[in-house]
């Protein structure tokens, strides 16, 4: 990676990151005379995550611009060929993905081992895509503000979140937070 | 005295390592994660630097012993101890590294919710007395005092 194309963006819940997320690729997009691609990590589980997940689908589609669409709720990786140096690839968001990830296999999430794999496989994948295409923004959840203590699943849950995010933060070149629809620049410059 | 704060595993611990570059110089690393801390009383301390990691956990244990008044009144004396150490020479550091642990929902148990807010109070209490305040934001690192 000559430089990296990898933005990152997270926030809390409803505070605009996705709205932010799909404006900057949409901005790229038009830029560079790119193709959008969206990698939905959402699996509906239930009528409030499908409504959620409608939402999102509305928004895109009301936009006026041209999403493609990837459903991937697992497995970054197999995405590693999909795209090309114009595309802009947004995912929204980080946390979906690792949440079926980490319950895809029962009770595996307490292994130390299983872990790492989710980890560095989600990391992989990430490296992977950022490499081919023009830019890849990836949207996710600040979570862990809250005493992670006694229960073990939110504790190692956390834990491997916050670390991706690290280490996609450290990759970036660019990563904001966004506060109540404001973006702030985190890290990186501010685009002229 | 240097006030370090952010969500947890944000990289807090590392960053002071590398901004003090803690490797090449003497320095004592108290960390209340670790079981069994005793409380080292600053007057035997002969290192230049003293790194205190995981306050909201030292709070944590104050506010599960006494009542709110006293469990402050605790904390202020702990607090005013390292700083009387920081001043009498010129050389000496103290740098403190608090969890952020305010911002989820508030908790059901009146001890969490009790806990939470002591620890809020301490890190205000900290921000006030430091003359340098730092956030840690996922290995980024912004000066906010």
């Not at chain 1, 991937?72 to 929204?92: A, C, G, N, W």
């Not at chain 2, 709070?59 to 006293?70: F, N, P």
């Amino acid at each position: 990676m000559a430089e990296s194309s990898l933005i990152f963006i997270s926030g809390g819940v409803r505070s605009g990151k996705s709205s932010f997320a799909e404006k900057l690729a949409a901005d790229y997009a038009q830029e560079i005379d790119g193709q959008l691609h969206y990698i939905a990590a959402g699996q509906s589980s239930d009528p409030e995550m499908e409504e959620r997940i409608r939402r999102h689908q509305n928004d895109r589609l009301e936009s006026g611009l041209n999403w493609t669409t990837w459903e991937q709720p697992v497995e970054l990786t197999k995405l590693r060929h999909t795209f090309q140096s114009k595309d802009i690839v947004l995912l929204d968001c980080l946390t979906t993905l690792l949440n079926n990830e980490f319950f895809s296999q029962d009770e595996m999430w307490k292994s130390p081992d299983f872990q790492k794999q989710v980890m560095a496989s989600i990391m992989e994948g990430i490296e992977q895509i950022a490499q081919k295409c023009h830019h890849f923004i990836i949207v996710s959840n600040e979570v862990v503000y809250e005493p992670l203590g006694d229960r073990e699943l939110v504790y190692i849950y956390g834990k491997m979140l916050a670390q991706l995010h690290r280490n996609i933060v450290a990759k970036a070149y660019q990563a904001f937070l966004v506060e109540a629809g404001i973006p702030l620049l985190m890290k990186g410059i501010e685009r002229a | 005295m240097h006030f370090v704060t952010g969500g947890s595993f944000n990289g807090k611990s590392k960053w002071v390592k590398e901004y003090y570059q803690l490797k090449d110089s003497n320095h004592l690393w108290i960390s209340f994660y670790e079981k069994e801390q005793v409380l080292v009383n600053p007057v035997l301390v002969e290192d230049p630097m003293v790194i205190l990691e995981g306050i909201e956990v030292w709070i944590k244990d104050l506010a599960a012993q006494y009542e709110v008044s006293q469990a402050r009144e605790k904390w202020r004396l702990f607090l005013s101890s390292w700083l009387e150490w920081e001043n009498k020479d010129g050389n000496r550091k103290v740098i403190l590294i608090g969890t952020d642990i305010s911002k989820g929902i508030v908790p059901m148990h009146a001890e969490e919710r009790k806990w939470r807010d002591m620890t809020g109070w301490a890190y205000q209490d900290i921000a006030r007395t430091a003359d340098r305040v730092e956030l840690i934001w996922y290995g980024i690192s912004q000066k906010i005092k």
